[in-house]
C-alpha cells in the first residue's frame, strides 16, 4: 500500500558484506511503500547493493571497525520519489576540499604535526569517530589525535 505521508529511514552499521540482504530488504520496502513497479525495485535494489558494496570495498577498504550510512527518504508526491544516500566517513572527507598543509617530514601513522600552521577539522559525529580530528597534508587526509597532534590514521 503506497505511502501517504513522508516517511524516513536511516540504516547505521558495520561495513561487513553481511549487511547487504538486511539493506536489499529495506530497499524493497521502501520502494513498495511508495509504488514503484517489480521492475524499477529490481533496479533499484541492484544501485543500493552496488552502492554500498563500494562503500564498504572502497571506501572502508573492507574495515568492519568503520561504519556505513545508508538513508533512504520516501515522498509519495503526485510522482513518488525515492531518495537514497549511501556514505561513509573517507569519502565525506575527500570531499570537504581543505586546504592542504605542507609537511616536510615523512608522512605515515605516528608522526607528529604541529600544534600551530595545521588546521583541524571536527569529525561529524554521525562517523562515530569523534574522538579525533582530520586534516589535509600533503594532499592526503589524515586522521590526528587532536592531544598529540600524532597521525592515527592516513585516510586518503
Not at 18 to 44: A, C, K, N, P, Y
Not at 53 to 73: C, Q, T, W
Not at 88 to 96: I, K
Amino acid at each position: 500500500m503506497p505511502l501517504n505521508s513522508r516517511h524516513d529511514v536511516h540504516l547505521e552499521f558495520t561495513s561487513a558484506f553481511e549487511m547487504l540482504d538486511f539493506v536489499q530488504i529495506v530497499s524493497e520496502h521502501m520502494g513498495r511503500s511508495i509504488g514503484l513497479d517489480e521492475d524499477s525495485r529490481h533496479w533499484v535494489g541492484v544501485a543500493v547493493r552496488e552502492s554500498v558494496i563500494n562503500a564498504i570495498k572502497h571506501g572502508n577498504r573492507n574495515d568492519s571497525s568503520k561504519r556505513v550510512f545508508v538513508d533512504f527518504e520516501a515522498a509519495p508526491e503526485t510522482v513518488p520519489e525515492l531518495t537514497i544516500r549511501v556514505r561513509e566517513f573517507r569519502t565525506y572527507v575527500t570531499g570537504q576540499r581543505h586546504h592542504s598543509y605542507r609537511y616536510e617530514n615523512d608522512l605515515r601513522v605516528g608522526a607528529d604535526l604541529p600544534s600551530s600552521g595545521v588546521t583541524y577539522y571536527e569529525v561529524p559525529r554521525e562517523y562515530g569517530v569523534t574522538r579525533y580530528r582530520y586534516t589535509v597534508v600533503n594532499d592526503r587526509t589524515v586522521l590526528v589525535d587532536p592531544g598529540t597532534h600524532r597521525i592515527v590514521e592516513i585516510i586518503d
